[in-house]
Nanobody
C-alpha cells in the first residue's frame, strides 16, 4: 500500500487559482509516475494530468490544457497540480494516483494506488 496525503482543496471563485499537493513516502522507491483524476457528482472519473518519474514528460486532459500545470519535487516526494483560471465545471473531488512505470498514462485502469481525494469547489 502507498499512503498518500492530498491537500490544497477548497472553495475558490471562478477565475481563481488553487494548488493541490500529493505526497507519499514511497514515491521514489520504486519510482512511480503520478496522475491526477477528478470526479464530479453524477459523472465518471476523468483524467486531469500526469507526470513521468523524472518530471520531464506530462499529459493533460483537453479540458484543462493551458490552465493546469502538473509538477513534481522528488526530493520532497511530492507532486503538485497548479490550477489557474478555474471554472465552475472544475468542481470535483480530485484524486492523486500512482503507477509503477515511467510513462504518464491517461487512463485510470493503468494506476495501481489511489489517494482518498480532496474536494475542489469553484463557485461565486
Amino acid at each position: 500500500q502507498l499512503p498518500f496525503v492530498e491537500s490544497g482543496g477548497g472553495l475558490v471563485q471562478p477565475g481563481g487559482s488553487l494548488r493541490l499537493s500529493c505526497a507519499a513516502a514511497g514515491f521514489r522507491a520504486p519510482p512511480y509516475s503520478i496522475g491526477w483524476f477528478r470526479q464530479a457528482p453524477g459523472k465518471e472519473r476523468e483524467f486531469v494530468a500526469a507526470v513521468s518519474i523524472g518530471g520531464v514528460r506530462n499529459n493533460y486532459g483537453e479540458s484543462v490544457k493551458g490552465r493546469f500545470t502538473i509538477s513534481r519535487d522528488n526530493a520532497k516526494n511530492s507532486v503538485y497540480l497548479q490550477m489557474n483560471r478555474l471554472k465552475s465545471e472544475d468542481t470535483a473531488v480530485y484524486y492523486c494516483a500512482a503507477r509503477k512505470g515511467d510513462y504518464p498514462r491517461t487512463t485510470q485502469q493503468d494506476y495501481d494506488y489511489w489517494g482518498q481525494g480532496t474536494q475542489v469547489t469553484v463557485s461565486s
